[in-house]
């Protein structure tokens, strides 16, 4: 019997090319954009998970509220960790790692430097909770001593070649040297420690036994027993912050914690599972940029909306050519088959439809993978060699056949022998009014995904011609000025001396991804917790508000004829307001240059600089203060323009000249300025990819639906022709039907976008308004993409000789 319903099914297909081509790739489009999403979903659901406890880590995260500004970090102070496993059997292990950025790395022997991205302290319980296998070395030993180093597979490769690297130094920043006592696997992809390919000993860095309960550096992770509730265990941060920070607090500022409460600040402990730091955390000083659980409930459902257009496509069209199958299911009911037997013969169509266009979908999807991948910036690989995977895609090719031809079946099946072959059955009640649903289903989601490709764009235009208080075109940046050791100044002075170089400034910090550091400062005299203010403190030179080009809104900035100048404090405007001072010009505040809080320095406030916005646009701009001091992280150059790659070239050679054999790295403000942004970036390319294909789906169904509304009424045409119709009646006539529908589709679809794209703008704190043009534009889209479909088989059909449509009907 299975194989009669297969032989009647393929001849049905083949008896009607058309149609099944439509159903075929409409279906294939569909199936391949939800096959690429759930690849991309679940890589990123995969994070951290592969680590043999994953369930039992947790890192401590800290909020912060002091001094007008709230913090919210993927930090802890640095005797925490170990704190908490002596006072808390709960706890196995504990592990803090210290994030150190990139750094310049070479073997002893050799004078060329590598730098080398993600470098981090580790204590030495390190490989006790993350269980990355060591493949040289012993994990308990490997991180023990001062000044020991281990490296990653693919770093040994590097710096040693085929050599046994165990034992060898390594020369950090030029001046540390370290022993390689191990070395480990790459650390996966998937993980939130992703590209960490060195672990410096914690040992080796002082910071890390301050004992300073108010210096939040660490990222610290517990690794609890089997059978603790972490949610439960929160509840004993409370007795640490009484037990330890409060007398940290009271010797620093006479406060007690609970004091510093009733005045509005606060700090508190809370713990988040490894396995959702990578999408359910955006704090400061994550280890690397996290992704987010939005975007991925985002992408699951466009993916569920494009399955859902194509089957209701496949519904629309098998439903709307219900006629031509009447007479077919009245015959063989005339002549005995049962209703289950239609339905099986009908299923049987929709299955084989189905397969047809799961293979072409897994076809498309493995071609276009690459083209996702660079979109997504994602390495995601198809998983050929992974039995569940082809498993997973067999049954939901199944179900999907099933799901879309089940109302059909059950349609078709359901007409009466009797009334088929006496041509009185209603063939476009209740069938049409589905497909009507359907096809009005089908352009809301497409409008939505109009509107929500359109509002992303405009936001991303926005951050881009938005003006942000400083220079970020044609600002190069020199990566690890460090390497030119005391030459820095000299250095910045000689480029500065070619013809397309304005101005340099030798700093760490820049309003885009950089160097940060909060301090809390206090008016001198008013030692009070609540007159204090937590700011970003950043070291710069004198020429720093030139090159920047910020603006002083009063005072004056950094000038090397003021020797005071070096306990000269520049502040911007949200800092002056948070201090209360109306002209702080003049005005003494003091703060703290160490983190045991034993060296005070005393500033005073030379210039207030108009507010620049020096972090995301997701965050209000916060209390800022610069200071004249050394931070070498790199050079700033403001260029004239001219010729680009010539001025980087003499750059370059100058480097060369005054450090030789270290890397030469460079960069531009305004591409660091996009990598904050990458994420939405992305996600707008996305949704206007997916967004292009949710519309191709909708108009391959609407062009069906026309092509076949346009045959059934092929004598009615031809009449109306003979009396006297134009074309243009005949079109309006065919399309208006159609019209009717998308304009309900966006009187439905508009509201639902409105909501989601309104929650979306509201993670921004700059943000563009929604404009009621933006769905007035959606919809006039949305339209003209609808009547250029239907129209061109209008067009068809009117244009068709009357005496030959008549004829042939």
Known sequence: MLQNYIKIAWRNL???????????????????????????????????????????????????????????????????????KKDYPQIEQVVRLRNNGSLLVRRAEVAE??????????????FEVFSVPLLMGDAEKALRDPYTVVISASDAAKFFGNDNPMGKALIVDNADTYTVTGVMQDIPGQSHLRGVNMLLSMSSNAESRTGAWGSHNFNTYLLFKEGVDPREFEKNFETVLQKYTGKWLQSFMGASLDEMRKSGSYLRYTLVPLTKIHLHSDRTAEINANGNIQYVYIFAVVALFLLTIACVNFMNLA???????????????????????????????????????LTLAIILAYLTLPFFNNLASKQVDFPIGNVWFWVATLVTGGVVGVLAGSYPAFFLSAFKPLKVLKNSVELQGKGGHLRNALVVFQFVISVMLIVGTGVIY?????????????????????????????????????????????????????????????????????????????????????????????????????????????????????????????????????????????????????????????????????????????????????????????????????????????????????????????SEQQVGKIFITFAAISIIIGCLGLFGLSAYTAERRTKEIGVRKVLGASVANIVTLLSKEFLRLIIIAILIGTPIAWFGMNQWLNDFAYHVDLAWWMFLAAGAIAITIALLTVSFQSIKAALMNPVKSLRSE
């Open 458 to 678: 405009r936001q991303l235009n926005f951050i881009q011609t938005k003006k942000l208080g400083f220079n970020k075109d044609q600002m190069l940046i020199v990566n690890d000025a460090y390497a030119l050791d005391n030459q820095v100044t000299s250095f910045k002075e000689q480029v500065m001396q070619l013809s397309n170089v304005a101005s340099g400034t030798v700093t760490s910090y820049l309003p885009t991804p950089s160097s940060r550091t909060d301090n809390s400062f206090f008016p001198v005299g008013q030692m009070q917790q609540e007159k204090g203010v937590s700011m970003q403190n950043w070291a710069i030179d004198y020429d720093f508000v030139k090159t920047l080009g910020l603006e002083m809104v009063s005072g004056r900035p950094f000038q090397k004829e003021f020797p005071s100048d070096s306990t000269g404090i520049i502040i911007n405007e949200a800092a002056a307001k948070v201090l209360g001072y109306a002209d702080p010009i003049g005005k003494k505040i003091f703060g703290y240059k160490d983190q045991e809080l034993k060296h005070r320095i005393d500033y005073t406030i030379i210039g207030v600089v108009k507010n620049f916005h020096f972090e995301s646009l997701k965050k209000h701009i916060g209390a800022l203060s610069l200071v004249l001091s050394r931070s070498n992280g790199t050079v700033v150059f403001k260029l004239d323009g001219g010729d680009m790659a010539q001025t980087i070239g003499q750059v370059e050679q100058l480097w060369k000249k005054m450090a030789p054999g270290q890397p030469f790295n460079y960069r531009f403000m305004d591409e660091d300025f996009n990598e904050v942004y990458r």
């Open 14 to 84: 083949r008896k009607h090319k058309f149609y099944s081509l439509l159903n075929v790739f409409g279906l294939a489009l569909g199936l391949a954009s939800c096959l690429l999403i759930t690849l991309y979903v679940l890589d990123e659901l995969s994070y951290d998970k592969s680590f043999k406890h994953a369930d039992r880590i947790h890192r401590i995260n800290a909020d912060i509220r002091f001094g007008g500004a709230d913090m919210s970090l993927a930090v802890a102070p640095d005797p925490l960790a170990f704190t908490m």
């Open 319 to 357: 439903t709307a050519r219900s006629a031509n199958r009447a007479k077919e299911v009245g015959v063989r009911k005339a002549l005995g088959s049962e209703r289950s037997s239609l339905v099986s013969q009908f299923l049987t169509e929709s299955v084989m439809l189905s397969f047809f266009s």
């Open 113 to 126: 430097n590598f730098k080398e991205d993600h470098v981090v302290y580790a204590d030495s319980t390190f």
